[in-house]
C-alpha cells in the first residue's frame, strides 16, 4: 500500500481510528449506563488522535491549492451531513418519545438545535441546544478547520512558523496550567473563546506540523538500514499503544500532554514513509474499520438511548460488549443504506 501522498488512506491511521473510537464510545456508554466510567476514562484522548490527522489532511489539502478555503469547508460539511443528519433526527425522535414531549415542545426544542445543524456548536454561542453532544468535535473540526486551511492556502510559511506553533504552546500551556488536563469542550477559558475551538486549532495545527515534518523526512530521501526501520515500526507502534492504554488508565491528568506529543510522533512516523507498518496494516479489513469508525462517533449516543430505554440491568462485561457490537453493526447497516441512496440520487 502506498502512503498517503496519493488518495490511498493510511491503513494503520484506519485501525487506530477504529480503536479510539471504541474506546470513546465505551466511555460514554460506561458513564451514562452505569453513571461511571471504570475503563477508558481518558479515552477523550482519542479526540486529539482525530484532530491531529485531521490536520495532517488539511494541510496536505491547502498545499495542493485545488479548492478555496470556503469550497474546502462546504465539500466537507457535505460528505458528514448524511450520517450527521440522521443520527440527530434519531436520536431527537428517541428522547422526544421517551420524554412524552408533545408536538409543540418538540418543534420548540427542534428549533433550538438550530446551530447543531450547521455545525456552529462549538462556537461558544450559548443560544444554541446540544443534543448530540460528542458531535461538539465535528463542529470544532469544520470551523477551527477552516482557519486553519484559509491561513495555510493563502500564507503556509507564516502559518506552519509562527501561527501553527504558537496556538500549540499557548494553548497546550493554558489548560496545563489552568484546568490539568485537556477533556475541555464546553466553556470559555482561553481570551473568552471557546475552549472546543481552541482545543481543536492547536492539536490541527499540531496535526499541520507533523504533516510539515514527515513531508521533509521523505523529500530528504533518507536511507535507512532494515533494522533501523524495524526499530521505527516499533516505536511507532508502541507509541500508539501506548497511547490507548493510557487512555485506559489515566484520565484528567498532565500525562494528558505527554500523550499529545506520542501521538504526533506516532502520526509523523505512520505517515513519512520510514517504517514497515503498511505492510503490517494491508488487509482490506483495516480500511473498512476505518470506515464505519465515523458512522460509529455519531451514532453511538443514540445506541446508548436505546441501552438505557429498553436493556437497563446489564452486568458491566455484558452490557460494554453489547453495545460495541450494536454499535458496530448498526453503524456498518446505516452506511451501506446511506451509501446505496446516495449512489441511487447521483445516479438520476
Known amino acids: 500500500m502506498k502512503k498517503n501522498n496519493t ?3 493510511n491503513q494503520e491511521i484506519e485501525v487506530f481510528r477504529f480503536l479510539f473510537i471504541c474506546a470513546i464510545a465505551i466511555m460514554h ?8 466510567a471504570p475503563y477508558f476514562s481518558g479515552s477523550y484522548i482519542g479526540t486529539e488522535f482525530f484532530f491531529l490527522v485531521s490536520g495532517f489532511m488539511i494541510m496536505k489539502a491547502a498545499r ?10 462546504l465539500n466537507r460539511m457535505r460528505k458528514l451531513y448524511p450520517h450527521y443528519l440522521t443520527a440527530f433526527f434519531l436520536l431527537f425522535l428517541t428522547s422526544s418519545l421517551a420524554g412524552n414531549t408533545g408536538l409543540l415542545s418538540s418543534l420548540k426544542n427542534l428549533f433550538s438545535y438550530c446551530f447543531e445543524f450547521l455545525f456552529l456548536h462549538a462556537s461558544g454561542l450559548k443560544c444554541s441546544g446540544l443534543l448530540n453532544y460528542p458531535t461538539w468535535y ?5 470551523i477551527a478547520g477552516f482557519f486553519i486551511y484559509a491561513c495555510a492556502y493563502y500564507n503556509e510559511k507564516l502559518y506552519l512558523t509562527i501561527i501553527a506553533p504558537l496556538s500549540v504552546l499557548v494553548t497546550y500551556s493554558f489548560f496545563s496550567a489552568n484546568t490539568g488536563h485537556i477533556d475541555v469542550w464546553g466553556g470559555n477559558q482561553l481570551f473568552q473563546l471557546s475552549d472546543a475551538l481552541t482545543r481543536g486549532f492547536a492539536a490541527m495545527s499540531l496535526g499541520a506540523l507533523s504533516y510539515a515534518l514527515s513531508n521533509y523526512l521523505k523529500e530528504r530521501k533518507l536511507q535507512f538500514s532494515k533494522q533501523l526501520r524495524i526499530l521505527f515500526t516499533l516505536l511507532e507502534l508502541l507509541l500508539f499503544l501506548s497511547v490507548l492504554a493510557g487512555s485506559a488508565l489515566f484520565a484528567d491528568t498532565q500525562y494528558d500532554f505527554y500523550f499529545i506529543l506520542m501521538l504526533f510522533a506516532a502520526i509523523t512516523l505512520a505517515f513519512s514513509g520510514i517504517t514497515y507498518s503498511s505492510r503490517l496494516f494491508s488487509f482490506p479489513l483495516f480500511a473498512y474499520l476505518g470506515k464505519i469508525s465515523y458512522p460509529m462517533y455519531v451514532y453511538q ?16 462485561l455484558i452490557g460494554i460488549l453489547s453495545f460495541l457490537t450494536a454499535t458496530i453493526v448498526f453503524s456498518a447497516l446505516m452506511d451501506k443504506i446511506i451509501n446505496k441512496l446516495l449512489s441511487v440520487s447521483s445516479s438520476r
Open 29 to 36: 456508554f460506561s458513564n451514562s449506563y452505569f453513571h461511571s
Open 301 to 316: 449516543l443514540f445506541i446508548i438511548c436505546l441501552f438505557c430505554l429498553f436493556l437497563p440491568n446489564l452486568p458491566y
Open 7 to 9: 488518495t490511498t488512506r
Open 138 to 142: 465535528l463542529s470544532s473540526l469544520i
Open 64 to 73: 495542493s491549492k485545488k479548492s478555496a478555503p470556503f469550497i474546502f469547508t
